[in-house]
């Protein structure tokens, strides 16, 4: 059974920081690129930073790019977003969704995490 559960949402200040988990299972996790995207109030989901099966390679969205950094232990199969300076425009559903490396869309997602960010 293939579950992804995330955690470490929660409610900050503007300028804190969160760092959210997402621990895979039912899948190989070493053939796994993995992203973390997000879905704010009244707005579609976008995404937010993904990285390679390796770990090698990260991509981020302009938005996020320089504040949250996205990695992963194959050890725990777990992947992370660490979040940091957060914006009240961060505040969103995060979700973390996994694929195999060869095939072109997310096809595994998580139930979500609240991140609220007050000003």
């Known amino acids: 059974q293939v579950q992804l559960v995330e955690s470490g949402g929660g409610l900050v200040q503007a300028g804190e920081s969160l760092r959210l988990s997402c621990a895979v299972s039912?899948?190989?996790?070493?053939?796994?690129?993995m992203g973390w995207f997000r879905r704010a109030p009244g707005k579609e989901r976008e995404f937010a930073a993904t990285?390679?099966?390796?770990?090698?390679?990260?991509s981020y969205s302009d938005s996020v790019k320089g504040r949250f950094t996205i990695s992963r232990d194959i050890a725990k199969n777990t992947v992370f977003l660490q979040m940091n300076g957060l914006k009240p425009e961060d505040t969103a559903v995060y979700y973390c969704?996994?694929?195999?490396?060869?095939?072109?869309?997310?096809?595994?997602w998580g139930q979500g995490t609240q991140v609220t960010v007050s000003s």
């Open positions: 969704a996994v694929k195999y490396y060869w095939v072109a869309a997310y096809a595994y």
């Open positions: 039912g899948l190989t996790f070493s053939a796994l690129d």
């Open positions: 990285i390679s099966r390796s770990g090698g390679s990260t």
